[in-house]
């Protein structure tokens, strides 16, 4: 498995998790780097990425909300998502793209629920 998602859970609104994409196989500060999720019956969306060179872009509906950000000591990256509200619920995936390569993480559940 080239990428390794974690961080899910069950969270009441409001709340907050941090997804972690981490690699043993590839250098994350290399590749384009997305969070994407998939909710019951839609397509698969892009949340938030990161390129090689740090910029940063977002969907609108979780701008101001949720922040990805990359540690290259620990070759891992991060979608911290605060003020989680019921329509992030959905399983979330890492991808990363290079230059030869384009992989995806297993999925992590987030479930945002009182």
């Known amino acids: 498995v080239q990428l390794q998602a974690s961080g899910g859970g069950l969270v009441q609104p409001g709340g907050s998790l941090r997804l972690s994409c981490a690699s043993s196989k590839i250098i994350l500060s290399l590749a384009a780097v997305g969070w994407y999720r998939q909710a019951p019956g839609k397509q698969r969306e892009l949340v938030a990425a990161i390129t090689s060179g740090g910029s940063t872009n977002y969907a609108d509906s979780v701008k101001g909300r949720f922040a990805i950000s990359r540690d290259n000591t620990k070759n891992t990256v991060y979608l911290q998502m605060n003020s989680l509200k019921p329509e992030d619920t959905a399983v979330y995936y890492c991808?990363?793209?290079?230059?030869?390569?384009?992989?995806w993480g297993r999925g992590t559940q987030v479930t945002v629920s009182s």
């Open positions: 991808n990363a793209e290079g230059d030869r390569y384009d992989y």
